[in-house]
């Protein structure tokens, strides 16, 4: 059966042309017997969800919500005074104006025109806070629910608990992840299997959208025999060491980075889409042209069975030339997020996937600089959308400078557990053990499932 292939294409294939999936896999069936049970297949919930599946749209680098969702006017009333807990700082208004979605619904700013036309299917919650107003440790808190510890992104909870729907693609899949913030680590497995890591998709426009995952130099049918092979090899080492964590990952991974050559090119390849559909999402026309392939990659991908999808936009750290680089981002998402939400409703599928969309934490009210907002963790805005959540809400409220979240506080421990909780998952129950202690999303206490925005 192998007699076409050598040791040495064995070895040099095994180092180049699977290695880079080595972490993100799914075993094949066939290899284990009868006894093996397939750590990716569909699972129970623990109880009846409301959503199948998670779109999140994150917005590294702390997007204004007094600039975005959080409507102050006791700013204007207050302009350039000095906030008597702030010494040397001075309050500033947005200089967008905004406007109320109906009575106690959203109120957006004119950043956001083309969302705001979808307003009644957003729950915006304006009482988020975190713990530390730092980059990389509020983006691991967002990520993985701690920031002083290595521990599991929420996508990866997530297909732990779950399982997905489609077996000839991960489960999990950044696009764009923002490296420069914790890195791989938020959407790392952490501690649980290597399975259950998410796969990253850093090409969005032109070139293959990962690296490695096709083979130059044999064609499908001996690719199959040489994996063969090499799983032959690689089972027979894990009999001998009888549990080895990192060699289950190769063994798994190889096999689905087999399976994705064809099946997840095909699933971000937006060329079969129509010309209609992409002039929707912006694609081709400037400023939303990135962000707005994202976003249809992840609707297809969440069309396909992926379980958590996460989309990035970063560069919303804005201590200087708030005007004018704000007005940009927001530019940049505005239409690709109206048109996944519209895309979604029309497929039927907006009442079963989660959109959510946020930063790691918020800017201040008080300036230094003129044009310019400072990191605020005591109060940000985030917003979710379909998947069992109440739209057309305003749920939470911040002080009346946008400063301090004062009503129906919301941690991200908090909007986890909820997140969770629309999967049909209670974060108390889906635990793993490891070194000697079960370890949970949400950490060691406290979180709680935000009952008041949902269906």
């Known amino acids: 059966m192998f007699t076409s292939l050598s040791r040495r294409d064995v070895l040099k294939s095994a180092s180049c042309g699977f290695g880079y999936l080595a972490l993100a896999g799914l075993a094949a069936e066939q290899a284990r017997g009868e006894a093996y049970v397939n750590p990716l297949a569909p699972k129970v919930a623990h109880f009846t969800p409301r959503a199948k599946r998670v779109i999140f749209a994150c917005m590294q680098g702390a997007p204004s919500h007094v600039d975005m969702f959080d409507y102050k006017p006791g700013l204007t009333k207050d302009e350039g005074k000095e906030h008597p807990d702030f010494k040397g700082r001075k309050l500033m208004p947005s200089p967008f104006k905004f406007q109320e979605f109906g009575s106690g619904g959203p109120t957006i700013s004119e ?20 713990d530390v107003p730092n980059h990389p440790q509020a983006f691991l808190m967002l990520h993985t629910g701690e920031f002083r510890f290595a521990r599991p992104s929420m ?20 696009i764009a992840p923002q490296q420069n913030v914790g890195g791989a680590q938020n959407y790392s497995s952490g501690f649980l299997p290597a399975i259950y890591q998410g796969t990253a998709i850093n090409q969005v426009t032109g070139g293959s959208p990962i690296g ?15 994996l063969d092979l090499v799983q032959a090899l690689n089972r027979d080492l894990l009999a001998k060491k009888e549990v080895n964590a990192e060699l289950e990952g190769v063994i798994e991974s190889y096999e689905l980075a087999f399976r994705m050559q064809d099946a997840l090119p095909e699933v971000l390849d937006l060329k079969t889409e129509s010309q209609a559909t992409l002039d929707m999402y912006g694609i081709g026309k400037g400023p939303a042209d990135n962000f707005g392939r994202q976003c249809l990659m992840a609707r297809r991908l969440a069309e396909s069975g992926v ?29 690709p997020l109206a048109a996944l939400l519209k895309d979604l409703e029309q497929r039927d599928m907006l009442k079963d996937t989660l959109v ?83 370890y949970k999303l949400t950490s060691v206490g406290g979180a709680r499932v935000v009952e008041d925005i949902l269906v």
């Not at 490695?212 to 040489?226: A, C, E, F, M, Y």
């Open 111 to 130: 950043l956001l025109p083309q969302l705001s036309e979808h307003a009644e299917k957003l729950c915006v919650v304006n009482s988020m806070w975190t």
């Open 155 to 174: 996508g990866s909870w997530v297909l732990y608990g779950l399982g997905t729907e489609n077996q000839n693609l991960p489960g999990f899949v950044t």
């Open 307 to 335: 379980r958590f999808i996460e989309i990035s936009k970063g560069g919303w750290d804005q201590h200087n030339g708030l005007r004018a680089q704000l007005k940009n981002n927001c530019t940049a998402i505005d239409q």
């Open 212 to 226: 490695n995952i096709t083979s130059s130099h044999l064609p499908g049918n001996l690719q199959r025999q040489q």
């Open 356 to 438: 959510l969309w946020g930063g790691e934490f918020g800017r201040t009210p008080h300036v230094k600089q003129q044009d310019g907002r400072d990191h605020n963790g005591t109060a940000y805005s985030m917003w979710l959308a379909g998947g069992g959540v109440k739209g057309g809400l305003r749920y939470g409220a911040s002080d009346e400078h946008g400063i301090k979240a004062v009503e129906n506080k919301m941690h991200p421990h908090d909007l986890q557990a909820t997140i969770l909780h629309l999967l049909g998952l209670d974060h108390e129950k889906l635990t793993y053990r490891y070194g000697g202690r079960d």
